[in-house]
């Protein structure tokens, strides 16, 4: 593949931007009248044949043109593709929805993921950043009534959650005060896996004959706090998938419905290609992908960092025809305004 003369590159590169753009299969007779090579129709012809011979495209029928085969789109992100710069518009655009959505996490993952699906057409995933483990930061337990008593966690990323903990006989106000100080002497500053045997032993002793109110306290604590460690996944653009004809079979449009809209499955998709360093992206391509859901499909993901411990994963799903100079270049945008932003905010 290194060896390819000008010629065969140049009809590699005209096949591939033509198939991307078209989804039609293209003849040497269309190469030689549309792109101006300066060559023959013959001499495309054997061109043509030679890289069919290499792999890099394919004819799915006798009578027609070539397509670029899985590898040729790897040799053609690997070894051709040139950056293309987003428009000032597009720039602007990202840089301003960053900004203005900077301290509502969550609002800004939403939104990114509508912007990337926006402009470039194909369905998007955004995980929210994650923290590398919740921590507790405060515990308090209110009276309710005789049998049930409120519990209020703040963990250490400002989360607020209270949970009603019902009791066959719940202490006072004085006893739950108590009680509260001795959880936050204990657990403040400590995640659920700190919270060890040694530990229990020790607020048993201290809970004494409200012994019976420790057990489940902890077991709520340890749902909120695994509920606050679940990333959160948003999608956009799902329906985009329909506007291309490899998906014209309700059947494969409708496996790749139900991945966008199945939480575990759409981590996988983030996950599958494994670990990335910060604003670098990866592109999958087919057979590459480890998800028999994305094998004919291609992934473009990159991961993001927020406060220099905050992960979180951007990924774009289309078939193997995506254009990926153009995709490639808002996702690039993107990590690059993430990373001024919080940068400049000091986050």
Do not use: C, W
């Given at each position: 593949m290194l060896g390819l003369n000008e010629r065969k590159f140049k009809i590699l590169e005209a096949i591939?931007?033509?198939?991307?753009?078209?989804?039609?299969?293209?003849?040497?007779?269309?190469?030689?009248?549309?792109?101006?090579?300066?060559?023959?129709?013959?001499?495309?012809?054997?061109?043509?044949?030679?890289?069919?011979?290499?792999?890099?495209?394919?004819?799915?029928?006798?009578?027609?043109?070539?397509?670029?085969?899985?590898?040729?789109?790897?040799?053609?992100?690997d070894s051709m593709m040139s950056s293309r710069p987003l428009t000032q518009e597009e720039a602007m655009f990202l840089q301003r929805m960053i900004i203005d959505n900077i301290y509502q996490i969550e609002y800004m993952m939403q939104e990114t993921a509508k912007a990337l699906a926006g402009l470039t057409r194909y369905p998007a995933i955004v995980s929210e950043p994650k923290l590398i483990k919740t921590k507790i930061k405060h515990v308090q337990l209110v009276p309710l009534d005789e049998k049930s008593l409120l519990l209020v966690l703040v963990t250490d990323n400002k989360t607020v959650k209270n949970q009603v903990v019902n009791l066959n006989a719940a202490p006072g106000y004085d006893t739950l005060t108590r009680l509260s100080q001795a959880l936050n002497y204990s657990l403040a500053g400590k995640t659920v896996k700190e919270i060890n045997r040694s530990l229990i032993d020790s607020l048993l002793n201290i809970f004494g004959q409200q012994a019976h109110v420790l057990m489940p306290v902890l077991g709520i604590i340890a749902d909120m706090i695994q509920a606050e460690d679940d990333v959160r996944v948003f999608t956009s653009g799902v329906k985009n998938i329909l506007t291309f004809p490899e998906f014209a079979d309700i059947r494969k449009a409708e496996a790749i419905f139900h991945a966008l809209e199945d939480r575990e499955m759409l981590i996988a998709i983030l996950e599958q290609s494994g670990n990335l360093s910060p604003d670098s992206i990866q592109i999958t391509i087919g057979e590459e992908n480890s998800l028999a859901l994305l094998k004919n499909c291609s992934l473009i993901r990159a991961n993001y960092t927020i406060d220099n411990q905050s992960t979180g994963s951007i990924a774009l799903i289309g078939p193997m025809r995506m254009d990926y100079a153009q995709a490639v270049s808002v996702l690039s945008g993107i990590l690059l305004n993430i990373k001024h932003v919080t940068h400049a905010l000091g986050l």
């Open positions: 591939i931007n033509d198939y991307i753009q078209t989804a039609e299969p293209i003849g040497s007779r269309t190469i030689a009248k549309k792109y101006g090579l300066g060559i023959s129709s013959a001499t495309i012809r054997n061109e043509m044949s030679d890289l069919e011979d290499l792999g890099l495209i394919t004819q799915p029928h006798t009578s027609s043109g070539r397509i670029p085969s899985a590898s040729g789109y790897r040799f053609y992100v």
